[in-house]
Nanobody, 119 residues
């Protein structure tokens, strides 16, 4: 099982980034995909979630209207489009794959990608 994030970097306030998370080794289309982030000295927080069928998304209040989560099940990839970035968005961003089937809970994580918003 692998989740590999990419697309992080340094961006100025007000700028945009698009994160990608490429999945392999499991049945991607049956998993709920999420983006989390963790800033220095803070707990990891949920940023966005997308259902396996792409019909449901949820966002943290702090990113609503600025971030958009999407997925391409044919490419086994989940995305996070981040617009109007703020310094407080600076964090390591992680993607996560979760699936609960009776008696089994699968929970996979990527290694993270750094996003730094600074002038």
């Amino acid at each position: 099982v692998q989740l590999v994030e990419s697309g992080g970097g340094l961006v100025q306030p007000g700028g945009s980034l698009r994160l990608s998370c490429a999945a392999s080794g499991f049945s991607f289309s049956t998993y709920v995909m999420s983006w989390f982030r963790q800033a220095p000295g803070k707990e990891r927080e949920l940023v966005a979630v997308i259902s396996s069928t792409r019909d449901t998304t949820q966002y943290a209040d702090s990113v609503k209207g600025r971030f958009t989560v999407s997925r391409d099940n044919a490419k086994n990839t989940v995305y996070l489009q981040m617009n109007s970035l703020k310094p407080e968005d600076t964090a390591v961003y992680y993607c996560s794959a979760k699936r609960f089937v009776v008696g089994t809970f699968d929970d996979y994580w990527g290694q993270g990608t750094q996003v730094t918003v600074s002038s």
